[in-house]
């Protein structure tokens, strides 16, 4: 119970950052893995809200590719004391969510779920939390993420947000916002609409910011937003290119492209005192900077060998070292929570750009899309899947996929093109 406090306190924040409220990106699965674990989601006794904590709850594993929930059920309990196990076994369902909602105080429902396994006959998981109606959805989330933790023991990522831009028409001309979602597309809010194009949204480490370039009076600015009070800060306008900031592990520095001097290259600006350190000092273009978890290191993007191509710069000595060598692009790269895997948007030849994993230790290279146009790959929190921009025939949506691209999916909006994903932490 405490535990779910917590989360909802730190969820209040989020609640927070609403500008506006706008049309929700809906979700279509695009490839299903064939080794997902069956699940039963039983519908909670007394239940009767329109988005059900079943439903929500299903869709969140089976988003993960990881679990196929069943879809008819043999019996509804709706406690643990109320199972008859051989009927579950008997369709080779061991995992089994039940639950119930009952009313509480001051408008209030409490929640009440358990996972039970058929095979060990024994109740695994519970737990009782008390919510508004308002949080109906996170809590439906927040179980998610305990089950899902329970059975493969990886922490979910249910409970996570994602930014984009969206670009949309009104009265005739584009408009930019920055929308922030939950990690299944609902619940959208805006924290920017601008009449200029929006670029590289970043969350701080403690999920309380967001970094991102504005281009505001027709030039590009890095801005960082707290989502609570709203309140922006102008971090860089220098003269030129103002671009990819990247807030570092600690929380304490951004990594940024500028060409002040008159040449792209990657920065370090300190937060609390505003000190600004140049990183690299080559005749290339160097770009797109991203974090190492240890925070010791940065990848970034430069054609200092010929064409695009993903670098790793040390922070302490200033080594920089080439990580691809497969294909003729490789760039927007972005490290795994783990600092295992580098998700990057790879052109083997021709005019495709698809999103590629590469095993930092064996250095092999796997191409995850077969789609003609793939952009910002952003891990979750838990490294177990990727959001990037792509195509919908002519119409920009998000796309989410599993590490080994079996199972696959895409947020499309109801209006506009989706670009520029970053998955919260």
Same mark, same amino acid.
């Given at each position: 119970?405490?535990?779910?406090?917590?989360?909802?306190?730190?969820?209040?924040?989020?609640?927070?950052?609403?500008?506006?409220?706008?049309?929700?990106?809906?979700?279509?699965?695009?490839?299903?893995?064939?080794?997902?674990?069956?699940?039963?989601?039983?519908?909670?006794?007394?239940?009767?809200?329109? *988005?059900?904590?079943?439903?929500?709850? #299903? &869709?969140?594993?089976?988003?993960?590719?990881?679990?196929?929930? &069943?879809?008819?059920?043999? $019996?509804?309990? #709706?406690?643990?004391?109320?199972?008859?196990?051989?009927?579950?076994?008997? /369709?080779?369902?061991?995992?089994?969510?039940?639950?119930?909602?009952?009313?509480?105080?001051?408008?209030? #429902?409490?929640?009440?779920?358990? +996972?039970? !396994? #058929?095979?060990?006959?024994?109740?695994?998981?519970?737990?009782?939390?008390?919510?508004?109606?308002?949080?109906?959805? $996170?809590? @439906?989330?927040?179980?998610?993420?305990?089950?899902?933790?329970?059975?493969?023991?990886?922490?979910?990522?249910?409970?996570?947000?994602?930014?984009?831009? /969206?670009?949309?028409?009104?009265?005739?001309?584009?408009?930019?916002?920055?929308?922030?979602?939950?990690?299944?597309?609902?619940?959208?809010?805006?924290?920017?609409? !601008? *009449?200029?194009?929006?670029?590289?949204?970043?969350?701080?480490?403690?999920? =309380?910011?967001?970094?991102?370039?504005?281009?505001?009076?027709?030039?590009?600015?890095?801005?960082?937003?707290?989502?609570?009070?709203? =309140?922006?800060?102008?971090?860089?306008?220098?003269?030129?290119?103002?671009?990819?900031?990247?807030?570092?592990? *600690?929380?304490?520095?951004? &990594?940024?492209?500028?060409?002040?001097?008159?040449?792209?290259?990657?920065? +370090?600006? $300190?937060?609390?005192?505003?000190?600004?350190?140049? /990183?690299?000092?080559?005749?290339?273009?160097?770009?797109? &900077?991203?974090?190492?978890?240890?925070?010791?290191?940065?990848?970034?993007?430069?054609?200092?060998?010929?064409?695009? =191509?993903?670098?790793?710069? *040390?922070?302490?000595?200033?080594?920089?070292?080439?990580?691809?060598?497969?294909?003729?692009?490789?760039?927007?790269?972005?490290? !795994?929570?783990?600092?295992?895997?580098?998700?990057?948007?790879?052109?083997?030849?021709?005019?495709?750009?698809?999103?590629? +994993?590469?095993?930092?230790?064996?250095?092999?290279?796997?191409? /995850?899309?077969?789609?003609?146009?793939?952009?910002?790959?952003?891990?979750?929190?838990?490294?177990?899947?990727?959001?990037? @921009?792509?195509?919908?025939?002519?119409?920009?949506?998000?796309?989410?996929?599993?590490?080994?691209?079996?199972?696959?999916?895409?947020?499309?909006?109801?209006?506009?093109?989706?670009?520029?994903?970053?998955?919260?932490?």
């Amino acid at each position: 119970m405490l535990a779910f406090r917590t989360f909802v306190a730190n969820l209040m924040v989020l609640s927070l950052v609403a500008i506006n409220s706008h049309a929700e990106l809906s979700i279509d699965i695009v490839k299903s893995s064939s080794n997902s674990t069956p699940i039963a989601v039983v519908p909670f006794a007394n239940d009767l809200a329109t *988005d059900s904590l079943n439903n929500i709850i #299903s &869709a969140d594993l089976a988003r993960s590719g990881l679990f196929r929930p &069943a879809s008819q059920f043999p $019996e509804r309990p #709706s406690t643990s004391s109320e199972f008859v196990f051989p009927v579950w076994q008997v /369709l080779g369902l061991d995992y089994v969510v039940v639950g119930k909602v009952s009313p509480a105080d001051n408008s209030q #429902s409490t929640i009440q779920y358990e +996972l039970v !396994s #058929s095979n060990q006959e024994k109740r695994l998981l519970g737990e009782s939390m008390t919510i508004p109606p308002t949080r109906w959805r $996170e809590a @439906a989330h927040y179980i998610s993420d305990r089950v899902f933790k329970y059975i493969t023991g990886i922490d979910g990522a249910f409970s996570t947000r994602i930014a984009y831009v /969206l670009q949309y028409q009104a009265n005739g001309k584009n408009r930019y916002r920055l929308d922030i979602a939950d990690a299944d597309g609902r619940q959208p809010h805006s924290i920017l609409d !601008s *009449d200029e194009p929006i670029l590289s949204p970043n969350w701080s480490p403690d999920g =309380q910011y967001i970094a991102y370039v504005s281009f505001e009076g027709g030039k590009p600015a890095i801005y960082t937003q707290h989502l609570a009070s709203q =309140q922006r800060q102008v971090i860089t306008r220098f003269k030129g290119l103002n671009g990819a900031p990247a807030w570092s592990p *600690d929380g304490s520095k951004l &990594a940024l492209t500028l060409s002040q001097d008159g040449n792209p290259e990657i920065y +370090l600006f $300190e937060l609390a005192n505003k000190k600004l350190t140049r /990183l690299t000092n080559h005749y290339a273009i160097d770009t797109e &900077a991203r974090w190492f978890p240890d925070g010791r290191g940065l990848i970034f993007t430069s054609d200092r060998g010929g064409n695009p =191509q993903i670098y790793r710069l *040390d922070i302490n000595t200033q080594e920089v070292k080439r990580l691809t060598f497969e294909g003729t692009f490789n760039g927007r790269g972005a490290i !795994s929570p783990d600092g295992k895997y580098l998700a990057m948007v790879h052109r083997r030849s021709g005019q495709n750009y698809q999103i590629a +994993l590469q095993d930092l230790q064996t250095g092999g290279v796997t191409r /995850l899309t077969d789609t003609p146009l793939d952009e910002a790959p952003s891990f979750a929190p838990n490294g177990q899947m990727i959001v990037y @921009a792509t195509k919908q025939g002519e119409k920009g949506v998000l796309g989410i996929m599993s590490l080994d691209g079996r199972f696959k999916l895409q947020l499309p909006a109801s209006e506009g093109q989706v670009r520029e994903p970053a998955w919260s932490p």
